[in-house]
């Protein structure tokens, strides 16, 4: 079992900065991938960004390309989104998930475990 924690989200406003990290805990061990997906209400749940733990090969989603930015840090097994210039359109819960695959993907379906979100508002 893999156990998913988001934390970092708030309300902030339009071009401002909030940086998200999922704390990833249980069976985790490479290869996999990590992704962070967003559902805002009344919407699809939309692919963000994702990278392969073992090669570090990252992959984004059109509408957050040269904003946000896929990190991780190894010692504690923690994966970071930050996002800078945010945008109302960037307002959703976001969800941390992790893939067994090894692969980036963008459909959330690749996906086997997943975080219970946190939420990023962005006031125009």
């Known amino acids: 079992q893999v156990q998913l924690v988001e934390s970092g989200g708030g309300t902030v406003q339009a071009g401002g900065s909030l940086r998200l990290s999922c704390a990833a805990s249980?069976?985790?061990?490479?290869?996999?991938?990590m992704g962070w997906f967003r559902q805002a209400p009344g919407r699809e749940r939309e692919f963000v960004a994702a990278?392969?733990?073992?090669?570090?090969?990252?992959y984004y989603g059109d509408s957050v390309k040269g904003r946000f930015t896929i990190s991780r840090d190894n010692a504690k097994s923690t994966v970071h989104l930050q996002m800078n210039n945010l945008k109302p359109d960037d307002t959703a819960l976001y969800y941390c998930?992790?893939?067994?695959?090894?692969?980036?993907?963008?459909?959330?379906?690749?996906?086997?475990?997943w975080g219970r979100g946190t939420q990023v508002s962005v006031s125009s």
């Open positions: 998930a992790l893939s067994r695959s090894g692969f980036v993907a963008v459909d959330p379906t690749e996906y086997d475990s």
């Open positions: 990278f392969t733990w073992s090669r570090g090969i990252t």
């Open positions: 249980g069976r985790t061990f490479s290869p996999y991938a």
